[in-house]
T-cell receptor
Framework: GQQLNQSPQSMFIQEGEDVSMNCTSSSIFNTWLWYKQDPGEGPVLLIALYKAGELTSNGRLTAQFGITRKDSFLNISASIPSDVGIYFCAGPMWRGAQKLVFGQGTRLTINP | DTGVSQNPRHKITKRGQNVTFRCDPISEHNRLYWYRQTLGQGPEFLTYFQNEAQLEKSRLLSDRFSAERPKGSFSTLEIQRTEQGDSAMYLC?????????????????FGEGSRLTVL
């Protein structure tokens, strides 16, 4: 079945640094979603992308829908301690599908 | 609070016991989903409802699992004869169909999850 591969699996950065992570698939996706999950909590939607090439921002977060439709990128600028958590990319298995497939996550740790 | 609500948040049970989780979705959302998440992995789809109809079930949902949404509002997920491999976070999410074209944006809003530990 479809799989989403996230890179890197984990990141250790200093507060204030910028962060980049990506998500790739062997299949085309028509929607890319980025979620953040704090320990012991459910995932929270950060950004949704619907069009190839689309670049969308949410505060210090910026995400892009890759032109090939097989990848997406998430950038965080000027990281702060509350950015710590696990970031997941996700997308519907096919156009109109009701179920999302998730990547395995990128764990972000910030050293103060 | 207008978010997705799940309870209990934590459940510890002995192998072989039955457990039930409840999910109250965002009130105007007609679609409700159950996902399972194990340590170090992303959520995996289990099943979803549109109103009271259960429209799809994953192969992950063995015959010991049953989900209901009797009135199209809250949902329950029951696991019978629990096994240690059932230990996981069970996440509920909801979504709505939007716009004149009844487009499903694919955006899911998750609850805080119910963590199950089977001893």
């Amino acid at each position: 079945g479809q799989q989403l591969n996230q890179s890197p699996q984990s990141m250790f950065i200093q507060e204030g640094e910028d962060v980049s992570m990506n998500c790739t698939s062997s299949s085309i996706f028509n929607t890319w979603l980025w979620y953040k999950q704090d320990p012991g909590e459910g995932p929270v939607l950060l950004i949704a992308l619907y069009k190839a090439g689309e670049l969308t921002s949410n505060g210090r977060l910026t995400a892009q829908f890759g032109i090939t439709r097989k990848d997406s990128f998430l950038n965080i600028s000027a990281s702060i301690p509350s950015d710590v958590g696990i970031y997941f990319c996700a997308g519907p298995m096919w156009r109109g599908a009701q179920k999302l497939v998730f990547g395995q996550g990128t764990r972000l740790t910030i050293n103060p | 609070d207008t978010g997705v609500s799940q309870n209990p948040r934590h459940k510890i049970t002995k192998r072989g016991q039955n457990v039930t989780f409840r999910c109250d979705p965002i009130s105007e959302h007609n679609r409700l989903y159950w996902y399972r998440q194990t340590l170090g992995q992303g959520p995996e789809f289990l099943t979803y409802f549109q109103n009271e109809a259960q429209l799809e079930k994953s192969r992950l949902l063995s015959d010991r699992f049953s989900a209901e949404r009797p009135k199209g509002s809250f949902s329950t997920l029951e696991i019978q004869r629990t096994e240690q491999g059932d230990s996981a976070m069970y996440l509920c999410a909801s979504s709505s169909i939007q716009g004149a074209g009844l487009v499903n944006t694919g955006e899911l809003f998750f609850g805080e999850g119910s963590r199950l530990t089977v001893l």
